[in-house]
Each structure stands twice: as C-alpha cells, then as structure tokens.
C-alpha cells in the first residue's frame, strides 16, 4: 500500500538556520510527492510538488527532489525565517487521476529570532 | 468566500448522538474531499467526491459515517451514534477539475470533541 514516513519533530532552528524535514514514501505506483503546510490558524496548504522522479519541486525559498532510488522527497530551505514557522505534511497521491492525498504525520517547526 | 468554509469549527457532543459537518467547497471546484486527522497525526483520507457522486469512499471508517453533496456543491459528513474515539479534526478540500494535480485547498477543519 501507500504510505508516508516523515522526520518527527518538533524542530526548532535560529534565523537564517539550514532546514531540512526528511520524508520517505512507499508506493506500489509511480506516485506524484508533495509538501503541504499549514501555517498557525488556517488550513493545509500546497507548498511544493514533484510528480516525477529526478524533478524538484520548489517555493517561496524551499526546495525538494523527488528520489526514486531512494523513495525520499527530502525538504530543504538554506535559510529560514520566523515566518516560516508552521506544521509541514509530506504526501503522495496515486497518480491515476483521482487527487486523495496519503499525508505525513506531520513536523512542526519553530523558528526563532 | 473565497475559500473553503467549515462549519462549525468547534463541536462537542455526548458519547450516542448524530452529528453534522458541512463544508462549502470554493465555487466551481467539482471535487470535494473529507479527511480526518487526529491528535499528532496526518489528515487520513475518508471520502472523496466528483459532483454529485462519491468516487471513492474507501477511507470511511464504518457505516456509522456517511457524507452527500446532493447539488455537487456543499458537502456534509453524518456521523451517527458517535464514539469518543471518533473526537478529531474533520478538514474538508476541493480542487478544481483540470486544476494542479494534487493541489486541494483546504478548509480550517471542524474539530469535533465526543464527551
């Protein structure tokens, strides 16, 4: 089945810190992989995606590289910023055309000035 | 609105009782999904819709929970004879059909507390 594996937190990190959140996935498919976050009072929303191996996903300063060798799809940010500060959901759907989402537990990030 | 509304935000309710969730999609979005997503966790998929009709609905736990969008717009997840181990945030999406895939934009959830 479908599943995701993602980094536990919480993490803390200073300004201006590296960041990364790892995720693994275990697909029977060819997945599509994606970054959801959901920043403090509002809901989940699509940060980054990749629908295929090898494409990178980026926004707003945050990357991720879809790795099939690996199965990870790997979060970075070089250097994060207060508001950055929220709860990041890794997810892969099916890719057959219907859009359900498999999510993370989810990794709250706190970043401090 | 311009997004998608859940109502209510909050719910309590005794161990037994029915309850509504209703969620109002973004206009002209014909997908609409149900997820649930419990203390620490991520949102667990239950229901999904295309218009009128449920495409998949294998995420629904037991036949105590069922969801209509009669006219393929607004949405409301039933669940009756409720269990405490049913307390959870309930969050509704729609995505638009040739949209992103992958891309559901999310309501701020009904979190429903079973006493």
């Known amino acids: 089945g479908n599943s995701v594996t993602q980094m536990e937190g919480p993490v803390t990190l200073s300004e201006e810190a590296f960041l990364t959140i790892n995720c693994t996935y275990t697909a029977t498919g060819y997945p599509s992989l994606f970054w959801y976050v959901q920043y403090p009072g509002e809901g989940l929303q699509l940060l980054l995606k990749?629908?295929?191996?090898?494409d990178k996903g980026s926004n707003k300063g945050f990357e991720a590289t879809y790795r099939k060798e690996t199965t990870s799809f790997h979060l970075e940010k070089g250097s994060v910023q207060v508001s950055d500060s929220a709860v990041y959901f890794c997810a892969l759907s099916e890719g057959t055309g219907a859009n359900n989402l498999f999510f993370g537990t989810g990794t709250r990030l706190t970043v401090i000035p | 609105g311009a997004g998608v509304s859940q109502t209510p935000s909050n719910k309590v309710t005794e161990k037994g009782k029915y309850v509504e969730l209703r969620c109002d999609p973004i206009s002209g979005h014909t997908a609409l999904y149900w997820y649930r997503q419990s203390l620490g966790q991520g949102p667990e998929f239950l229901i999904y819709f295309q218009g009128t009709g449920a495409a998949d609905d294998s995420g629904l736990p037991n036949d105590r929970f069922f969801a209509v969008r009669p006219e393929g717009s607004v949405s409301t997840l039933k669940i009756q004879r409720t269990e405490r181990g049913d307390s959870a945030m309930y969050l509704c999406?729609?995505?638009?059909?040739?949209?992103?895939?992958?891309?559901?934009?999310f309501g701020e959830g009904s979190r429903l507390t079973v006493l």
């Open positions: 999406a729609s995505s638009l059909l040739g949209g992103v895939p992958g891309e559901l934009f």
């Open positions: 990749a629908t295929k191996a090898d």
